[in-house]
């Protein structure tokens, strides 16, 4: 076959050039890797090196998330509260006993302090001296006046009568209840004991 297309023109610099892989970088350049160009724009707040880049813009925009966040209107806003039920299968007559005994000294002391109060206040209204004279008149005779009513309601007989009688209810009270405490474990045996329910507030 015969090149009818004559001299073809030479290029210097494909000729005597390096080739594109060989080619040295331009002046200004800085020499690193190659980075083809990307089909979309980076994100504002992107990575570098692992790390975020944006940081102030990260967590303001976690925190408009966080902002934009609504409670569920089918949430429940009522407490609830937890039952729990027990039931007493005994009681220390030991316990018992201290306990009793600690509540009939209070009240024994408690009616002793009543006993004086009422008195006082009764013969501040006159109470003892208008049934006194009732009662000397209704009883009197010739020789004798009759009884007194209110030397024998003095102020301290009254205190020794009443604490003669808290001091008995205190030795009945401790008495009864630790016998109580006693029967009670014989019935709880049988029968299970008394059952509570329990309820705790969250």
């Known amino acids: 076959m015969t090149d009818t297309r004559g001299p073809q023109p030479q290029y210097e610099g494909y000729a005597t050039g390096p080739l594109p892989g060989e080619r040295e970088p331009a002046s200004g350049q800085a020499s690193g890797p190659y980075h083809p160009p990307q089909a979309y724009p980076s994100p504002a707040g992107g990575t570098q090196g692992g790390r975020p880049h944006g940081t102030q813009g990260g967590a303001q925009g976690v925190g408009a998330a966080q ?3 609504r409670p569920r209107t089918g949430a429940r806003t009522t407490p609830r509260t937890r039952k729990a039920r027990l039931r007493v299968a005994k009681a220390d007559p030991w316990s018992v006993m201290k306990v009793s005994f600690l509540l009939s000294i209070a009240l024994g ?20 001296e208008t049934v006194g004279g009732t009662i000397s008149e209704a009883t009197g005779s010739n020789d004798s006046n009759g009884f007194d009513l209110q030397s024998f309601l003095s102020l301290p007989r009254v205190l020794i009568f009443t604490s003669v009688i808290a001091v008995i209810d205190v030795v009945l009270a401790t008495a009864l209840a630790t016998l109580g405490s006693f029967i009670y474990n014989l019935s709880a045996g049988f029968v299970g004991g008394i059952e509570l329910t329990l309820a705790e507030d969250e």
């Open 109 to 128: 002391i408690c009616t002793v302090v009543a006993s004086a109060v009422l008195w006082m206040v009764m013969d501040a209204m006159g109470v003892f």
């Open 67 to 69: 902002a934009a966040r």
